[in-house]
């Protein structure tokens, strides 16, 4: 079963002009929305500005998130760890560095306790990968990592900004069946890869995909406005076979608007992937 999920907080008004970010207020709420935009799944997000009030932390949160699933039928599959985009674990030192691994892993463990089977690990923006060496701490952070995520079930999914062979190559260095390929449209676009070329370097490792629009070297506009290649997109993941999920991390709409914007790029979203289908045949 294909899951369409929604970054957590795009169904509600953004808090504090907050482009994304955990909503404090009305995270409860988005069940219910994402089901009325025929959704299936959120894709939980656990930063630094909700950490307070995410009720991943404690067992009764967890419950109450499991309850609102359940009366929705929105499950929650995956969790984007933007904590760590606010604190790198890049150019950090080595007790910063030693603090956020464990933090990962309590990450992974509350991940473990809700059923959520994979943390997306953004090594993009203030995270992004900038030398050899980098590459090389992020092969021992994900590999010290790899323990704690095999004991909660969980895929660790790295989202960068490397070119696809500099990606492939880190790939290569990260073995365990449990990384895989964060890929994100958007963030392609305007970095001005080739789809081509990545799914080529690395389309096997893929397990869930976000899906966004993105001008050549600039932001986040609504979907087939920018540059995202769309058409090769979903010509080349039914070509590999891909059956994960889908997040839509699109624009965001007016205040007010959110639940209809939403299901709008949701039946875009399956019109992309059924044509894609139809070319294959």
């Not at 050899?132 to 995520?149: F, Y």
């Not at 406005?225 to 080349?236: C, E, P, R």
Request: net charge negative; hydrophobic share 45%.
């Amino acid at each position: 079963m294909t899951y369409v999920a929604v970054m957590q907080g795009r169904l509600v008004p953004p808090e504090g002009g907050r482009f994304q970010s955990f909503p404090r207020l009305r995270w409860r709420d988005e069940f219910a929305l994402a089901a009325a935009a025929g959704l299936n799944a959120i894709e939980w997000i656990y930063d630094s500005f909700g950490e307070d009030m995410n009720p991943l932390a404690s067992d009764a949160g967890i419950d109450e998130m499991r309850q609102l699933s359940i009366t929705s039928g929105v499950v929650v599959r995956s969790l984007c760890a933007d904590y760590f985009m606010d604190r790198p674990f890049l150019r950090a030192s080595v007790a910063e560095r030693t603090g956020l691994t464990r933090k990962m892993e309590w990450l992974l463990s509350r991940c473990g306790l809700i059923g959520i089977t994979r943390v997306v690990v953004p090594f993009v923006d203030h995270s992004r990968i900038e030398s050899e060496q980098e590459c090389k701490d992020v092969v021992a952070i994900i590999s010290e990592l790899i323990a704690s995520a095999k004991v909660n079930q969980v895929e660790l999914h790295l989202e960068t900004a490397l070119a696809p062979r500099s990606f492939a190559a880190l790939l290569d260095r990260c073995t365990d069946s449990l990384v895989r390929v964060n890929y994100d449209t958007g963030n392609s676009a305007s970095l001005g890869y080739s789809v081509g070329e990545e799914f080529a370097a690395y389309g096997h490792r893929i397990g869930s995909v976000h899906i966004k629009d993105r001008v050549l070297g600039g932001g986040t506009v609504p979907l087939g406005i920018g540059n995202a290649d769309f058409k090769s997109v979903f010509n080349g993941l039914t070509m590999l076979g891909y059956q994960g999920d889908y997040v839509l991390q699109v624009a965001r709409a007016a205040p007010g608007d959110e639940v209809k914007w939403v299901a709008q790029n949701r039946a875009w979203l399956g019109a992309q992937i059924g044509a894609a289908k139809v070319n294959a045949l």
